[in-house]
T-cell receptor, first 111, second 109 residues
Framework: NAGVTQTPKFRVLKTGQSMTLLCAQD?????MYWYRQDPGMGLRLIHY???????AKGEVPDGYNVSRLKKQNFLLGLESAAPSQTSVYFC??????????FGPGTRLTVL | AQRVTQPEKLLSVFKGAPVELKCNYS??????LFWYVQYSRQRLQLLLR??SRESIKGFTADLNKGETSFHLKKPFAQEEDSAMYYC???????????FGKGTKLSVIP
């Protein structure tokens, strides 16, 4: 039982490049979330999903897209990376919507 | 709009001293409040939720609706308590957690 896993752990991008972050959970959770963590800002919700095939915007969705084609996976995409997207990205899942279980994080640097 | 405020970015205490991490919230209704902890280079994990009213690792937190606060307390700090602590709020019927900006607790040996 791996819980919530994230791929990759680290990534460096150049401005304008695209990438996809993968989040996977093996707890059969319905809800999944993507957050970004920035110094002095805490965690801010980017997008979330309440079930397979559904997604919704969170607090800071601009510049990101998401997909939930399978219940266990939640993908976060950056179509054209910007330096302002340098951050640590955390995925989380929950069922029911109480305690959220977090992944280990992905550290992204955009040059 | 809901908001969570953690007024201290950094809190330093000596080992064995009492600890209080402050959390104030703004929400027009009955929220659920949580404390999450992040040890160095580890993932966030749930420490406490107000509805369970339990003590984890010696920490307790009481929801004070009159003062809209959910302060985290521990009578005797340990070095292993050094971590980043986040207070979070979930509104009624909502899926989302709103996090505070976090307080870094440093326990001095």
């Amino acid at each position: 039982n791996a819980g919530v896993t994230q791929t990759p752990k680290f990534r460096v991008l150049k401005t304008g490049q695209s990438m996809t972050l993968l989040c996977a959970q093996d707890m059969n959770h319905e809800y999944m979330y993507w957050y970004r963590q920035d110094p002095g800002m805490g965690l801010r919700l980017i997008h979330y999903s309440v079930g397979e095939g559904t997604t919704a915007k969170g607090e800071v969705p601009d510049g990101y897209n998401v997909s939930r084609l399978k219940k266990q996976n939640f993908l976060l995409g950056l179509e054209s990376a910007a330096p302002s997207q340098t951050s640590v990205y955390f995925c989380a899942s929950s069922y029911p919507p109480n305690e959220q279980f977090f992944g280990p994080g992905t550290r992204l640097t955009v040059l | 709009a809901q908001r969570v405020t953690q007024p201290e970015k950094l809190l330093s205490v000596f080992k064995g001293a009492p600890v209080e991490l402050k959390c104030n919230y703004s929400y027009s209704g009955s929220p659920e409040l949580f404390w999450y902890v992040q040890y160095s280079r580890q993932r966030l994990q749930l420490l406490l939720r107000h509805i369970s009213r339990e003590s984890i690792k010696g920490f307790t937190a009481d929801l004070n609706k009159g003062e809209t606060s959910f302060h985290l307390k521990k009578p005797f700090a340990q070095e292993e308590d050094s971590a980043m602590y986040y207070c979070a709020l979930r509104g009624a019927g909502s899926y989302q957690l709103t996090f505070g900006k976090g307080t870094k607790l440093s326990v001095i040996p």
